[in-house]
T-cell receptor
Framework: QKEVEQDPGPLSVPEGAIVSLNCTYSNSAFQYFMWYRQYSRKGPELLMYTYSSGNKEDGRFTAQVDKSSKYISLFIRDSQPSDSATYLCAMSATGANSKLTFGKGITLSVRP | DAMVIQNPRYQVTQFGKPVTLSCSQTLNHNVMYWYQQKSSQAPKLLFHYYDKDFNNEADTPDNFQSRRPNTSFCFLDIRSPGLGDAAMYLC????????????FGSGTQLSVL
């Protein structure tokens, strides 16, 4: 079993749809949970950052972490064509030398 | 704007011909990373530096080397590129203690002919 599993996609939705992206993980030591967005031919950029369990909202984006189920989600409300990108979940344990473990990413296309 | 800059954006090399990719940063971050990302795959960490302290991943091939002459610059050397080394190479930085908060460059897309 891989440490981080992400729905493979691709995913295509109409403009204005609510999008749900999900990852599961197996390492109970993970405490930091991130979503990175990667546009075509660009490097990933940090979109959402959460420590431990709970929800975090930033504009149209909401990140949820359920540590008991080892499951994280990213919700995008009122999706826009500019949201079309690859979304990578990433996780890390605590400690100065902890490294990120990324999911494979899911490519989202928002149709006008 | 403070940023992470990678050069070149696209690099074509021949099988077995050494190549060097460069990364510079204006963020003054003390941690720098090199990732390899192949199509539809997760970024794979090759190595990272805490200041000048070099940390190699156990499964990084010996063919890959890195240099960090100062805080701002970091280089990735591929001594004898093979066809399987064709990928996007991403440089990233973070502050020590900034767990998970990485700032990535735009990457160098390497093709091996």
């Amino acid at each position: 079993q891989k440490e981080v599993e992400q729905d493979p996609g691709p995913l295509s939705v109409p403009e204005g749809a609510i999008v749900s992206l999900n990852c599961t993980y197996s390492n109970s030591a993970f405490q930091y949970f991130m979503w990175y967005r990667q546009y075509s031919r660009k490097g990933p950029e940090l979109l959402m950052y959460t420590y431990s369990s709970g929800n975090k909202e930033d504009g149209r984006f909401t990140a949820q972490v359920d540590k008991s189920s080892k499951y994280i989600s990213l919700f995008i409300r009122d999706s826009q064509p500019s949201d079309s990108a690859t979304y990578l979940c990433a996780m890390s344990a605590t400690g100065a030398n902890s490294k990120l473990t990324f999911g494979k990413g899911i490519t989202l296309s928002v149709r006008p | 704007d403070a940023m992470v800059i990678q050069n070149p954006r696209y690099q074509v090399t021949q099988f077995g011909k050494p190549v060097t990719l460069s990364c510079s940063q204006t963020l003054n971050h003390n941690v720098m990373y090199w990732y390899q990302q192949k199509s539809s795959q997760a970024p794979k960490l090759l190595f990272h530096y805490y200041d000048k302290d070099f940390n190699n991943e156990a499964d990084t091939p010996d063919n890959f080397q890195s240099r960090r002459p100062n805080t701002s610059f970091c280089f990735l050397d591929i001594r004898s590129p093979g066809l399987g080394d064709a990928a996007m190479y991403l440089c990233a930085t973070s502050r020590q203690g900034g767990v998970g908060k990485l700032f990535f460059g735009s990457g160098t897309q390497l093709s091996v002919l």
